[in-house]
T-cell receptor, first 114, second 114 residues
Framework: KNEVEQSPQNLTAQEGEFITINCSYSVGISALHWLQQHPGGGIVSLFMLSSGKKKHGRLIATINIQEKHSSLHITASHPRDSAVYICAVRPQTNSGGSNYKLTFGKGTLLTVNP | NAGVTQTPKFRILKIGQSMTLQCTQDMNHNYMYWYRQDPGMGLKLIYY???????DKGEVPNGYNVSRSTTEDFPLRLELAAPSQTSVYFC?????????????FGPGTRLTVT
């Protein structure tokens, strides 16, 4: 079983819809990252969070550390949001400290149709 | 700032050939990473470095070598290329302070071994 599971694997939406992508993990973490990868393109970091909620424009990321779960929401989706969204976690070290290495989920392919 | 740059963007190798993937960052990051991304799989860490002169293996180091002679450069060497090394390779870098562990990715190198 992967340490980081994302759902759904694929998601198709109509422009304007509210999008939710989920990420569950099985280890103690010091932080969780959401990343975006456009087709044929590089990878961009969207959020890094260790508690609560962060918002940037139409993107909102939330995390529940007790439930080991995070969600990425996109409000008023647009075709330019079409991309692969990747969840990655930073596992805690044995001493409970912060690990700089990431464990990645397989990604969620989002397609937003006009 | 150019951020993280990688060369080449694309490369086709024959089985048994060798090559070096170049990675340079201009953000004065101490930490650098090499990942490979296979279709339908999450990013896997090949090697990482926490500073000039210091490198260590990640999850999938076999068939690869790295060096870190300067803070800026972190080349990845493939010796005796094999079809299993067909993948997209990403270099990334980050600060060494936990609150700033957000990783910055290069544009990737698409490698095919035939």
């Amino acid at each position: 079983k992967n340490e980081v599971e994302q759902s759904p694997q694929n998601l198709t939406a109509q422009e304007g819809e509210f999008i939710t992508i989920n990420c569950s993990y099985s280890v103690g973490i010091s932080a969780l990252h959401w990343l975006q990868q456009h087709p044929g393109g590089g990878i961009v970091s969207l959020f890094m969070l260790s508690s609560g909620k962060k918002k940037h424009g139409r993107l909102i990321a939330t995390i529940n550390i007790q439930e080991k779960h995070s969600s990425l929401h996109i409000t008023a989706s647009h075709p330019r949001d079409s991309a692969v969204y990747i969840c990655a976690v930073r596992p805690q070290t044995n001493s409970g400290g912060s690990n700089y290495k990431l464990t990645f989920g397989k990604g969620t392919l989002l397609t937003v149709n006009p | 700032n150019a951020g993280v740059t990688q060369t080449p963007k694309f490369r086709i190798l024959k089985i048994g050939q060798s090559m070096t993937l170049q990675c340079t960052q201009d953000m004065n990051h101490n930490y650098m990473y090499w990942y490979r991304q296979d279709p339908g799989m999450g990013l896997k860490l090949i090697y990482y470095s926490v500073g000039a002169g210091i490198t260590d293996k990640g999850e999938v180091p076999n068939g690869y070598n790295v060096s870190r002679s300067t803070t800026e450069d972190f080349p990845l060497r493939l010796e005796l290329a094999a079809p299993s090394q067909t993948s997209v390779y990403f270099c990334a870098s980050s600060y060494s302070i936990p609150a700033y562990y957000e990783q910055y990715f290069g544009p990737g190198t698409r490698l095919t071994v035939t």
